[in-house]
């Protein structure tokens, strides 16, 4: 392997050649003014009245799962709000019949959750 020459690197330009916008930052002052921003509504998250967060064990094989029911969720909030929890607590879960079923034990961060998408009272049983 032999020595390879570096060829000189040319210095960088000092400026671009052509920019038009630099005779508006002389006259900025006398510009009109942008839009105005829109207002930020502070709203809480409207969502369900109750819901029930439980256990279960039992007819799944031994494998524990969060169930939540009682949202009273029309489907495709349901199918919405199933993926945003999955997203959140790092399991898998699936909607059976008007219930949410999540892997694992997340009975501790799921009420935190449900409340910051509006849930107003959380059942934790």
Do not use: I
């Not at 900025?28 to 369900?48: C, F, Q, S, T």
């Not at 439980?54 to 709000?81: F, I, M, N, S």
Request: include cysteine; proline fraction near 11%.
């Amino acid at each position: 392997m032999g020595k390879r020459d570096k060829k000189p690197e040319a210095p960088a330009p000092a400026a671009p050649f052509h920019n038009p916008f630099a005779s508006l930052a002389l006259d900025r002052e006398a510009l009109p003014p942008g839009p105005a921003p829109a207002p930020v509504k502070d709203e809480p998250a409207k969502g369900p009245a109750r819901a029930v967060v439980r256990l279960e064990r039992k007819g799944r094989g031994g494998k524990e799962v969060t169930v939540v029911e009682q949202l009273g969720l029309p489907e495709a909030e349901r199918d919405k709000w199933l993926k945003a929890l999955k997203g959140a607590l790092g399991c898998g879960g699936a909607v059976e019949e008007d219930t949410l079923v999540l892997q694992g034990d997340q009975r501790e961060r799921l009420p935190a959750l449900l409340e910051a998408r509006g849930v107003r009272r959380v059942t934790v049983g």
